[in-house]
């Protein structure tokens, strides 16, 4: 394969990696209920990709920002984010929690790459309007995702709850969740203003 073509279809190859990974992770999860809570945003951003591949492709360094996430919830659903083996990453900064969720949270941000993408190819609004837009959309998104997260743990209570929620007894979770979110939508938009003024 020359490297024009492994650029073509570099997106089918994404797809078709993090397809083999979530169909192995899938098998015998550490708590199914749980699994299937932490899919359904994984299954429908990817299947969202997926439909709109034809009407829009994205830039290929999109696609694998967006699929750092997509990995990274897959594996935290697998194992429950709380219960992920990191222990190397916590031991080598002597931490008190596993840090797995805040890396996976600044993940999310990442997708104010292809928001500014989307936003700047459509010509729909000027640079700096762009940038705003799509670090606000982030960060409303991450909002929204723990009112959904502290919503489900009061409405399946017991162990599915808490390791859904994810605290690990911290009571400024969602508050520093909420901020590794929009530090990852910072630096893709330092990313995205640097590819801009390189290309």
């Not at 945003?41 to 492709?57: D, E, T």
């Not at 008190?96 to 805040?102: A, G, L, S, T, Y």
């Not at 990442?110 to 762009?130: D, G, H, S």
Request: hydrophobic residues 50%; proline residues 3%; negative net charge.
């Amino acid at each position: 394969m020359t490297y024009r073509s492994f650029k073509q279809y570099y997106p089918h190859i994404l797809a078709a990696c993090f397809t083999v990974l979530w169909c192995v992770l899938a098998i015998n999860p550490l708590m199914r209920d749980v699994w299937l809570a932490e899919n359904l945003p994984i299954v429908g951003v990817f299947l969202l990709l997926v439909a709109s591949f034809k009407k829009f492709r994205f830039s290929n360094t999109a696609y694998t920002l967006m699929s750092v996430w997509l990995i990274l919830h897959t594996i935290g659903g697998h194992y429950t984010f709380a219960k992920v083996p990191f222990d190397f990453f916590t031991d080598m900064f002597d931490l008190e929690r596993n840090h797995f969720d805040r890396i996976a949270h600044f993940s999310i941000g990442f997708y104010a790459y292809p928001i500014a993408e989307l936003v700047t190819r459509k010509k729909q609004a000027t640079p700096i309007v762009t940038y705003l837009f799509s670090l606000f959309g982030i960060m409303s998104l991450a909002a929204g995702y723990e009112i959904i997260e502290w919503w489900y743990a009061v409405l399946e209570g017991g162990d599915a709850g808490i390791e859904f929620l994810g605290s690990q007894g911290d009571i400024w979770d969602a508050q520093k969740d909420m901020l590794a979110d929009t530090l990852g939508a910072v630096a893709s938009l330092t990313l995205f203003r640097w590819h801009n003024n390189t290309n």
